[in-house]
């Protein structure tokens, strides 16, 4: 994460600051962690495509959410416990620091995102998603 004191050090040095000027969040940064943001997106995949999916998740996917900037880490994980579903279920994370950035996200790149990966596993997984903030 990116705190204003780092950005003013690059500035002082006469270097190109982490991030442009714009997305420079200048609350403390004593308050910057409390500001967390996830946008969780639960998918269970047919168990025949299981393996594809989350190779093309980890290649292709996920590279392109995390290119467009508005988030500063993702994480992937497995639901062992699968009881009723027939396929394999994944919880894909996307942090962002704020709600800003997520609806920046959510209104100009999702929808083009989300296409892809519907027109590429067309019937052979069912999505929802969910956004929470950290709250401690």
Known sequence: MVRCFECFYYIWQRKQPLIPFDRINFIPFF???????????????EQDIAVEWLKWMREEHIPKVLETGYFIENKVFRLLNETENDGQTYSVQYFAQNLHDLEMYLNNHAPALIAAHNDRYKYKHVAFRTVMEFVG
């Open 31 to 45: 308050y910057q962690s409390l500001m967390m943001i996830l946008y969780n997106v639960t998918v269970n995949v």
